[in-house]
T-cell receptor, first 111, second 113 residues
Framework: DGGITQSPKYLFRKEGQNVTLSCEQN?????MYWYRQDPGQGLRLIYY???????QKGDIAEGYSVSREKKESFPLTVTSAQKNPTAFYLC??????????FGQGTRLTVV | GENVEQHPSTLSVQEGDSAVIKCTYS??????FPWYKQELGKGPQLIID?????GEKKDQRIAVTLNKTAKHFSLHITETQPEDSAVYFC????????????FGTGTRLTIIP
């Protein structure tokens, strides 16, 4: 089936650790996005990529890093520099000039 | 950059009545305006979208209107049903440009049976 897959669904991180969230799509979409969702604050853009080997910072990129080595993959690393990483993370992809499709999200909790 | 404001943050309506959610955007270059529905613990799903070359679009009980001059767009849900209860997000993007998708803060819609 075609779609966008995020894993894991739940992730626990200890203080000071880096963690990587996976996002894979088999829709042949050019653009991919990472959003953070906190209660009452909507979806805030972390990073986005329009094409392989290129990506741009969104509104809240500090403490996060990404790579786009393959068209179908856009992993997000939450580094120890991110002071408040507990949130619901959403990945999306879209063809150019068309609708974005979202994954089911990863809930990250710092323990 | 683009800024999208969404109102109201919460909305309760009687089943069968209509619901209206409004959004404004700041960047006049934005040309694509989708609306997403998010159920608890899930990713948002597109319910309707509109491009800047049209003023209104309908899909069964759902419609979206766009006023480019005033830079605002609205979601209208008629004959509301309990399954319409969810969080709704508007967004704006420059398609054919940087493709960045900026979201509003969301509206929690509750349908009262």
């Amino acid at each position: 089936d075609g779609g966008i897959t995020q894993s894991p669904k739940y992730l626990f991180r200890k203080e000071g650790q880096n963690v990587t969230l996976s996002c894979e799509q088999n829709l042949n979409h050019d653009a991919m996005y990472w959003y953070r969702q906190d209660p009452g604050q909507g979806l805030r853009l972390i990073y986005y990529s329009q094409i392989v080997n290129d990506f741009q910072k969104g509104d809240i990129a500090e403490g996060y890093s990404v790579s786009r080595e393959k068209k179908e993959s856009f992993p997000l690393t939450v580094t120890s520099a991110q002071k408040n990483p507990t949130a619901f993370y959403l990945c999306a992809s879209s063809p150019r000039q068309d609708e974005a499709f979202f994954g089911q999200g990863t809930r990250l909790t710092v323990v | 950059g683009e800024n999208v404001e969404q109102h109201p943050s919460t909305l309760s309506v009687q089943e069968g009545d209509s619901a209206v959610i409004k959004c404004t955007y700041s960047d006049s270059a934005s040309n694509y305006f989708p609306w997403y529905k998010q159920e608890l613990g899930k990713g948002p799903q597109l319910i309707i979208d509109i491009r800047s070359n049209v003023g209104e679009k309908k899909d069964q009980r759902i419609a979206v209107t766009l006023n480019k001059t005033a830079k605002h767009f609205s979601l209208h849900i008629t004959e509301t049903q309990p399954e319409d209860s969810a969080v709704y997000f508007c967004a704006a993007s420059i398609r054919g440009g940087n493709e960045k998708l900026t979201f509003g803060t969301g509206t929690r819609l509750t349908i009262i049976p």
